[in-house]
């Protein structure tokens, strides 16, 4: 009977020691539930509540799934200087300066490539000269940023309606050879009754050079001797335009 007793005073006591402390949780980050909340407010306000970089965050979020990216959003828009500029910004530098993924990369540019194609597309079958503003938009978000030169000729049609937007050369960061010759072929097998020159100053500033004056006389020479009209040459620089028709170069 002893021995029982002792047993079972033996066990209470056993059952009164405190077991296994359990770790502590770690406290949630800052970040936790800002993503559920960013997507809510673009959703149930639009795009116009979100900042910038709220955008770009928003951008992220599909590449980067366990990260605190409003720091890199920031840094992304302080380098490229704008959303259209980041979007724009060679793949090059987002994958070796900032490390970028390329799912983060493809989330970043799809965004540009689908911008661009709803602007064309916007323009197609429409008259472009009538259309005037939504044209300097698009070559705007085509050219405004493009590293190096780009030539490009917009090829319309008799009543004035984009038929074809195509680049004819590519150059280096400060010039671009173009062809009369080879601007007239392509007109001639489109059937284009009308042409607008396009290219960009990767500088930044429009002002054409004696070059581009001298190449843009020459196209419109070969242009009215085949019954074609050349209506403008821009040249886009970032947020600024030169146009040859409005500074009477036409």
């Known amino acids: ?43 149930s ?16 979020f599909q590449a980067i799934p366990r990260r605190d990216v409003k720091p890199l ?8 200087g704008s959303f ?10 987002l994958r070796d300066e900032f490390k970028l993924s390329d799912a983060a990369i493809g989330a970043i540019k799809v965004v540009a490539a689908a911008a661009l194609r709803m602007a064309r597309r916007e323009l197609l079958d429409r008259p472009v000269l009538s259309s005037w503003q939504m044209l300097l938009d698009y070559c705007q978000g085509a050219l405004a940023h493009e590293p190096v030169e780009q030539f490009r000729v917009l090829f319309l049609d008799g009543r004035h309606a984009l038929l074809r937007d195509e680049v004819q050369q590519r150059g280096t960061v400060n010039q671009t050879a173009a062809y009369p ?3 007239l072929k392509r007109a001639l ?3 284009a009754s009308g042409l607008i020159l396009v290219h960009n100053h990767p500088s930044g ?5 004696r070059a581009d004056i001298q190449m843009t006389k020459a196209i419109a020479e070969a242009a ?17 335009h030169f146009s040859f028709r409005a500074q009477g170069l036409l």
Do not use: C
């Open 224 to 240: 009215k001797a085949l019954e074609i009209a050349l209506h403008d040459h821009l040249v886009i620089g970032r947020g600024r």
């Open 1 to 43: 009977m002893g021995m029982g007793r002792r047993e079972d005073e033996n066990a209470a006591l056993e059952l009164d020691l405190p077991g296994p402390t359990a770790p502590a949780r770690e406290p949630p980050p800052h970040y936790h539930g800002h993503r559920d909340r960013l997507r809510e407010r673009f959703l």
């Open 205 to 209: 500033d429009p002002s054409p050079s």
């Open 84 to 93: 259209w500029g980041l979007v724009s910004a060679p793949v090059a530098v």
């Open 181 to 183: 010759r080879e601007v």
């Open 73 to 80: 959003a920031k840094e992304l828009l302080a380098r490229f």
């Open 189 to 191: 097998e489109l059937g």
């Open 45 to 60: 306000q639009g795009p116009e509540a979100l900042q910038d970089y709220e955008l770009v965050e928003l951008l992220l």
